[in-house]
């Protein structure tokens, strides 16, 4: 009686503690599982802002461009459009994330480049405080210069100052007030106003849809607004003779197999004037030899050969007006077309020139100095260097 018992008693236990075995392990399943969702949820949302997200108001670099030194910051935009439909993916495999239907109307985030529908640009966080410390190293490197030679300061807007759709007009209020931050910090420099140039022509073709330079078109209207402010004559683009060729591709269509399934036209204007032209050693300004000022090749590296050289052009223009263009390769397509506007045009690289440019600039008799950098460039280290030009 008492084993049976006994055993009786044994079985009550052990279905007791099986029972308490599987009452916690459910209890920590579902623990898991609401984990679980939490975790999902929470990426969902993390992966959602993160896809909106563009640079912020800092000193940028120049992603693909000018200037790679400087860092970048992230400002969430949240705004929608109706009139647009918005995706975006930042995985690094070439071209997988961007195989959907689009139009027109289609934005997207591709490789941190905005795409509105076949046109890719670069996004812009500006940076006041870095342009007005831009616009200090300008007045002191005319205070060194002393008076009888003009300076300009001609900040080159990026494609989307005009074009970023409107979920991405921050890029917009980006460069107006950086370029603003500029001209108003200015002292003794003359201001030209691309902002307000260009905006005229939007309808035209200003910059390239697959690389992240201009067009021939935005370097016309750029130095048209050069020659009015420093008051010298300018040739119309009715005495140059149009030249293009197609299936030209941008840098910004390796980002995006749309941009690359979508080659365009790349124009480009010759002067009809006489010229000569000789290219020296970017470093020392030594060394020329003599060529047309569009080399071979279908690239923007067609104007003066891209980044590779100094430039001295002999124009034939004959008003005492000598003209020393100090840029990065946004200043390339400026070339041709201000050749009708003065005697002498230089061009330096800020980036690579190791001579001391105020000698220069006095022994060869210049009356003008232009810095002509990007957007980036004004905010970046390309532009810090005006500061040991002095």
């Known amino acids: 009686m008492d084993n049976t018992r006994m055993n009786m008693t044994y079985k009550k236990r052990k279905i007791i ?92 985030i591709i490789n941190g480049i905005i795409v509105a529908g076949t046109r890719g640009m670069e996004q812009y966080g500006g940076g006041p405080k870095s342009a007005a410390a831009y616009a200090g190293y300008l007045n002191d490197f005319k205070v060194a210069l002393g008076d009888g030679i003009n300076v300009y300061s001609m900040p080159i807007p990026i494609a989307s100052a005009f074009y970023a759709p409107e979920q991405y007009k921050s890029s917009i209020n980006a460069h107006i007030n950086t370029f603003a931050s500029v001209r108003d910090n200015l002292v003794g420099v003359k201001d030209v106003n691309l902002l307000n140039a260009l905006s005229l022509h939007t309808d035209e073709k200003l910059y390239s849809y697959t690389d992240y330079h201009w067009q021939a078109l935005g370097a016309y209207y750029s130095s048209q607004e050069l020659a009015k402010v420093a008051g010298v004559s300018f040739t119309d683009i009715s005495n140059f003779t149009r030249e293009s060729f197609s299936g030209y591709l941008g840098s910004l269509s390796s980002k995006s197999s749309i941009l ?131």
């Open 260 to 390: 690359k399934n979508n080659p365009e036209e790349f124009v480009y204007y010759v002067p009809n004037q006489e010229y000569t032209a000789n290219f020296y050693k970017r470093t020392t300004f030594k060394d020329p030899f003599e060529n047309s000022l569009f080399f071979a090749g279908n690239s923007y590296s067609k104007f003066i050969g891209g980044d590779s050289y100094c430039v001295k052009v002999d124009t034939g223009v004959n008003n005492g007006r000598k003209l020393i263009i100090f840029k990065e390769s946004y200043g390339n397509a400026l070339v041709p077309f201000l050749i009708g506007s003065f005697e002498q045009v230089y061009v330096v690289d800020i980036r690579y020139f190791e001579f001391d440019v105020l000698d220069f600039i006095k022994e060869n008799g210049i009356t003008d100095v232009c810095f002509s950098l990007s957007a980036f460039s004004i905010v970046g280290s390309n532009g810090a260097k005006v500061k040991n030009m002095n």
């Open 17 to 108: 503690i099986l029972s308490l075995v599987l009452t916690v392990s459910m209890i920590f399943s579902a623990c898991e599982f609401i984990i679980d969702m939490d975790t999902s949820d929470t990426y969902s949302e993390t992966s959602r802002s993160s896809e909106l997200s563009e640079p912020g108001d800092s000193a940028n670099s120049e992603q693909s461009s000018e200037d790679s030194s400087d860092n970048t910051s992230s400002v969430v935009s949240n705004s929608t459009s109706e009139t647009s439909s918005v995706t975006s993916s930042e995985t690094s495999s070439e071209y997988s994330q961007d195989e959907v239907s689009y139009d027109e109307n289609t934005v997207q």
